[in-house]
DNA sequence: TGTTTGATATGCATATATGCATGGATTGGC
DNA sequence: GCCAATCCATGCATATATGCATATCAAACA
């Protein structure tokens, strides 16, 4: 076969293509891990070396031109294929050294994971832990993350989903706060109570109320989108909060509201990529994350 | 998005590709134009940034492993994309042959020029070059030219202009009519020296003059507006003769006046229509003529 | 068994690429 | 209209990769 076609330097096609994805020079400079004038001059060297203009010099950022723009969909293209090698590899990789990117949610990764991660040091101390803290579900095909710990089923049928168990979502303050309130120890004893709200659809009041509630929005003067911040506001004696069970009941600065209330139950599920079944250092993460969240 | 799993060394793959193609290291180098040594250095390197044994070393020859097997696929799914974009490119990058018009003064179409235009015909035989040679600044918004080299920044917004450096202007003579007049060591003893003057304004006595030097019309008993005309004079033993100190550097039969005098620095600026952004022929053009006259 | 052939590794001088610090230019906000 | 922020380009010292010459090795063959 004649190769002379591919024989061009490829490392400057990845950096064309972080480079017209990022739209900077700067952001994918960032992206990559790289010096910004490096990349410039490997864009640079690879239009010369194609004949090719492509980029528009622009006092702010880069433009595209329309050649390209032509170009583009190639270089994704060997972007997709240096992703599926990267995936492979990294879950044909035998060793047990190396490192493991867990996604969970603010909460979890602040709470749960701590004495795991710990414990997987100890037992692994050649695994290094990358902790990806977002409510946002990670991308796993684009390696955002190894494992993911998740609170609904994975919808991509592609991962491997494994359901840990339910857990109880219950209602958190200080004694102090509940003793201000009255001590409430029925649903209507809460009407003039303060909740800590973490989301602004009204999501949240629908599920408090299928607990057996009946709030209106003035009993939410407080809001955050930050569980963190709700649940160091609950500690605080601000109002009520809702949490894991688990995590709540571990708190020694609060105790439950009313604890007859049926608690809100929700799933935990632990989701990986298919080389779970081929890496080892994978699935000894995943092993331990499933043995310890069952507790 | 997330990068980090395309971030590795793509040319690492190319050479896993042909390697594993053709067979041996030896052959993958012949069929890339590369030393042997280099190929089996990058397969190594992919080796250990994957963490995966690619090949086994069996005397003579390579041997695909199983884990280099299943990654064959991915590489090829690369190397396809390289094509593609090898292609592509090629064909857009056909459309560059015409014809330039380059606008510069006299002297630097006659100096400065020839190389580079050699060099141009060289990589780029398809393109044709027509030189406009003035000292009037050529309109390139009426396209009298596509490039000119200018001695001043353009007052056009609507063009595009590069200062491509500061370059010194000399006093240069033959080293026989120095001999003659004393060779002159300061200022002072110029003062009975023949000077080519090159305008009839007087701001070429009064650009001399703020050199240090304090000269009278006496010492201007030659004029020519021709820069051309005056070099050779200068050539000729004639006078005195001022000039960008590259040019009068690289002429063999004249020499520096009083090399202690602080030269007159003006600057070199490369000046194009916004064609340029789109035209692949005059962004080849511009790029060699910045690229040759900052050296 | 010795020899030849075609392959992969190694040492070293050199070429090339990279990062850092800095300059220059443009945009957006106050 | 000025200031701050952001981004791209350049110079230079240094790190990295490459090529050449050569050593080493294994298999095929006389």
Excluded at 123 to 145: C, K, Q, W, Y
Excluded at 176 to 181: A, G, P, S
Excluded at 196 to 216: C, E, H, K, V, Y
Aim: aromatic share 8%; proline share 5%; glycine share 6%.
């Amino acid at each position: 076969m004649d190769w002379r076609s591919v024989n061009f330097d490829w490392n400057r096609a990845r950096a064309f293509l972080v480079t017209a994805e990022e739209g900077s020079l700067s952001a994918a400079a960032r992206a990559l891990g790289m010096a910004q004038p490096t990349l410039g001059r490997q864009v640079k060297a690879l239009e010369q070396e194609l004949g090719v203009v492509l980029f528009e010099r622009a006092g702010k950022g880069l433009l595209l031109t329309p050649d390209g723009l032509a170009l583009l969909d190639h270089v994704r293209a060997m972007g997709e294929a240096a992703n599926a090698i990267s995936l492979t590899s990294f879950g044909q990789s035998q060793a047990i050294e190396g490192n493991i990117c867990i996604a969970a949610s603010p909460v979890y990764a602040a709470y749960l994971l701590p004495p795991i991660i710990a414990r997987l040091r100890h037992i692994e101390p050649g695994i290094t832990v990358e902790i990806v803290a977002s409510n946002f579900a990670s991308d796993l095909n684009r390696r955002e993350a190894d494992i993911a710990i998740r609170n609904f089923r994975p919808v991509e049928p592609e991962l491997i989903a494994k359901k840990i168990r339910d857990v109880p979502a219950r209602l958190y303050a200080t004694p102090e706060y509940l003793e201000k309130i009255g001590s409430p120890r029925t649903a209507a004893d809460l009407n003039s109570a303060s909740f800590i709200s973490i989301d602004r659809t009204g999501a949240f009041i629908n599920g408090l109320n299928s607990m057996g509630l009946s709030l209106t929005e003035k009993n939410f003067p407080i809001f955050t989108e930050n569980y963190l911040v709700m649940w160091e506001l609950v500690k605080q004696g601000v109002g009520i909060g809702i949490l894991d069970g688990n995590i709540g009941d571990a708190e020694p600065s609060v105790c439950r509201v009313m604890d007859t209330l049926e608690p809100l139950m929700f799933p935990i599920w632990l989701v990986a990529r298919h080389e779970l079944k081929t890496s080892r250092r994978v699935r000894i993460v995943f092993d331990l994350l499933s043995e310890e969240l069952s507790k």
